[in-house]
């Protein structure tokens, strides 16, 4: 007999509970109600060489019968290395049909990881990935607002060199608040090329006093350089840890290229949970859409 919603949405939160236990803070919730999840793998070793970002949403019809929508993330992953990984992930798939497959999954590109690090491969040129881990933060206990923008554009000051032209400052968009419990998230964002365009916005932004005294402003880029075919990208969680990251990856997992997106953040007194990283991704991704 076929599965049920109800047995089908079971099934996927039993595996969602079982992968967070095993892979703790390399296990990240994305978007909770969207059902997107982002696991980082790394070969076992002590300093790990080769590390993965699997990013999955999982359909509805998952795992009876829809396979999870994934993409691969890793600056050295492409052609040849790419297309072997991904015949191996459908292939799991085909061989398990109808039950949960992400911790296979997981272990076989980890399989593959080791194979890399112990073969001869060279090691990857990696500039610097961000990858972000959801800590057990305490939530907002640490609510004293900590004016710490001014360090976060002294360390954009560092990436930007000072012989460039003063590049003329992007477009604003400000998206449309969301408020519970009296804490309210806004996103803004611009398109941005460069890494000083992305510090000429966010010094834009601080000089608006309400922004500025916002409890928190997270933000996240990612610019595409097209003759490295890279991107550069970076996100920061302005005191709201993990926040930054999962801005970030929701922005791999949108495909987005040369956008900046600063989600601010005023704290209203109640505690809000995990609710507050739904937020902050929803009025990021409403103002992407837009």
Known sequence: MAASNTERAQQQVDEIEALSSIYGDDWCVVDEDEKIYCIKISDCLDQPKWTLCLQVILPPAYPTAEPPIYQLNAPWLRGQDYMELANSLEEIYAQNLGESILYLWVEKIREVLIGKAQSSDPEPDIKKITEEVDEDDGDDF??????????????????????????????????????????????????????????????????????????????AYRIYCEDKQTFLQDCEDDGETAAGGRLLHLMQILNVRNVLVVVSRWYGGILLGPDRFKHINNCARNVLVE
């Open 142 to 219: 640490l609510l004293d607002y900590q004016p710490i923008q001014e360090d976060q554009i002294k360390m954009l000051n560092y990436m930007t060199s000072e012989s460039q032209e003063d590049e003329e400052l992007p477009p604003i968009h400000h998206g449309n608040p969301i408020t519970d419990r009296r804490s309210t998230f806004q996103a803004h964002l611009a398109p941005v090329v460069t890494t000083r365009q992305v510090k000429r916005v966010l010094e834009k932004l601080y000089e608006n006093k309400k922004i500025a005294s916002a409890t928190h402003n997270i933000y």
